[in-house]
Nanobody, 124 residues
Framework: QVQLVESGGGLVQAGGSLRLSCAASGLTGSSNAMGWFRQAPGKEREFVAAMRRSDSSTRYADSVKGRFTISRDNAKSTVYLQMNSLKPEDTAVYYC?????????????????WGQGTQVTVTS
């Protein structure tokens, strides 16, 4: 059974930084991808970033390119999302997701496993 647990959300001023963590358990093997999505009130869940374990290749949403960085520590089975230069429009609940797959999914429906979410609030 795969479990994902996010942490690291909080309240930050615009221009600040936060680092989110997602600890995974039960996700064995090298053919998997882990990603981050976010959902603001009244909006659909949107893709933020994802990484493939086999070669650490990454994908980013255009809205976060150059500001957010996804990384992973395979020894700790943990994925991180470093968020810099935060903007009020980054405010949302951020979710970690995972899928046993060889490509990098960028839509929510393609992921099989989800964390409970962590709130990120950016004030102006």
């Amino acid at each position: 059974q795969v479990q994902l647990v996010e942490s690291g959300g909080g309240l930050v001023q615009a221009g600040g930084s936060l680092r989110l963590s997602c600890a995974a358990s039960g996700l064995t093997g090298s053919s998997n991808a882990m990603g981050w999505f976010r959902q603001a009130p009244g909006k659909e869940r949107e893709f933020v970033a994802a990484m493939r374990r086999s070669d650490s290749s990454t994908r980013y949403a255009d809205s976060v390119k150059g500001r957010f960085t996804i990384s992973r520590d395979n020894a700790k089975s943990t994925v991180y999302l470093q968020m810099n230069s935060l903007k009020p429009e980054d405010t949302a609940v951020y979710y970690c997701a995972a899928k046993r797959v060889i490509y990098i999914p960028t839509t929510a429906r393609d992921y099989d496993y989800w964390g409970q979410g962590t709130q990120v609030t950016v004030t102006s």
